[in-house]
DNA sequence: TATAATTCCTATGAATTTGGTAGGAATAAA
DNA sequence: TTTATTCCTACCAAATTCATAGGAATTATA
């Protein structure tokens, strides 16, 4: 039960963009060494980040990457349900297919830790997280 | 972010026993077959709360387990905490060295939701899980 | 147009963790 | 003495995690 550096990572550099006030694309390398994370790991992370809309890319020379939204628009929560393959609790929880399910007494519990995970990650936006409030 | 299967087997067998009435030992092989875990992983998942305190053995002949409290007074916090050796939300809040830990803006959210899952775990008691009350 | 700086794409791999298996020793009841 | 059990220690296959590597595509600018 724990958040992997993929996402621990993914958080960082969210925050240090959502912490830059202009709005140029800031490169990758900037961040890699700013976060000291490793270049052609966050390179990865970067990537997902975009597919999932949470940041734009501007390729070639003096490109980078961008929020797509303004701080207090992007939670915790949206960051780590990309970069987390399973933010579930348990598996059974996520979808599974456990044949217990209809009985399970654990299911509910699951269930509801999920969602309590989930409501919290959604209370710190970028910006509460920049600001160190909350 | 997962409970993995030897919490979650933990967490049944330990369900199994507190919905047994009677206070004598059930055997491995019993409940091993009756929750459907391998026998000999959850010999090791036994030993493991053996040692930490939830259940008590009886060895030889007509030897089994049984929990060593009240069904009301052992939370899945108890049992989580044995099992998981990193109940931590991420690594750095589980007194990691990390060297960034004193300005990282996401420590204190990592911390903040460590507490949140204990607060969240302790209130389910295996009396309460039994019933499917809760 | 050439160059430099960047992202994008795909493949590979080492280390760690997870989820077991295996065999036998110790213990105790009948 | 037999049988049923826990205890102990070692091993192992598969998956996951945390990267590393190399080059292609794209773009600004001199």
Same mark, same amino acid.
């Given at each position: 039960m724990i958040v992997s550096a993929k996402g621990r990572y993914a958080l960082r550099v969210m925050i240090a963009l959502a912490?830059?006030?202009?709005?140029?694309?800031?490169? /990758? +390398?900037?961040l890699s060494a700013e976060e000291e994370i490793p270049h052609k790991f966050l390179e990865q992370i970067m990537t997902e980040l975009a597919k999932a809309g949470l940041v734009e890319s501007a390729r070639g020379k003096n490109g980078g990457y961008l929020l797509t939204r303004p701080p207090e628009e992007c939670t915790a929560a949206d960051i780590l349900r990309v970069t987390e393959s399973t933010l579930a609790a348990a598996e059974c929880a996520d979808g599974g297919d456990c044949p217990r399910a209809g009985t399970c007494p654990t299911l509910p519990m699951w269930r509801a830790l999920d969602e309590a995970m989930d409501?919290? /990650? +959604? +209370?710190?936006? /970028?910006?509460?997280?920049?600001?160190?409030?909350v």
């Open positions: 912490a830059r006030e202009n709005s140029e694309p800031v490169p /990758l +390398k900037e409501d919290f /990650l +959604k +209370k710190y936006t /970028l910006a509460d997280l920049v600001s160190q409030r």
